[in-house]
């Protein structure tokens, strides 16, 4: 799994046969049994795997490979929203998402679920900007609100529509 552990080997030969193991890449280690004479058990153990890509190492033990494949971690989305600028207002607007993955190659999808909102670029791989663009809500007295889905979130916009105006003027009494 992604967060490293341990695990052994059963080493057979016969008996009065040395071997010794050949390391593979620094993320493995043998912590005991790898060298011998005889038949025994290796135990290794395998650091956590920060990244989001699966890796594979070889330990060669009396000249056999031995194969390891340690999963990816789970790709993970976090959305920045500061430069968004919601709730917008009435005009026409634009604003902007941050998307940060942690890692470079997670993907990402994202979709307006209104007709007045539209998202830019609709996917994409690692960490990026989205724009976001809400049409006019100029000829309307109701606010709006809609939802964005990106990377499985759910993000709530608002638009305001117009207020009324008023104005008032004094008519003298006769």
Do not use: K
Not at 17 to 36: A, E, F, N, Q, R
């Amino acid at each position: 799994p992604p967060g490293g552990g341990d695990g052994s080997i059963e080493v057979s030969t016969l008996a009065g046969c040395p071997y010794d193991t050949v390391l593979g890449p620094s993320w493995i280690h043998v912590t005991s049994g790898g060298s011998g004479v005889g038949s025994g058990t290796l135990v290794y153990s395998v650091e956590p795997n920060s990244t989001t890509f699966s890796r594979m190492g070889v330990l060669t033990v009396g000249g056999e490979p031995f194969q390891l494949t340690q999963q990816a971690l789970p790709c993970s989305v976090t959305l920045n929203t500061s430069t968004l600028g919601n709730p917008f207002g009435p005009a026409p607007g634009v604003g902007s998402i941050a998307v940060q993955t942690n890692g470079p190659n997670c993907t990402w999808t994202a979709e307006s679920t209104v007709p007045w909102a539209s998202v830019a670029p609709l996917s994409g791989t690692g960490s990026g900007t989205l724009l976001v663009t809400v049409t006019s809500n100029e000829a309307s007295l109701i606010a709006r609100a809609g939802d964005l889905n990106i990377a499985g979130q759910t993000l709530t916009i608002d638009q305001a529509g117009l207020t009324c105006p008023y104005s008032l003027h004094l008519i003298p009494v006769r």
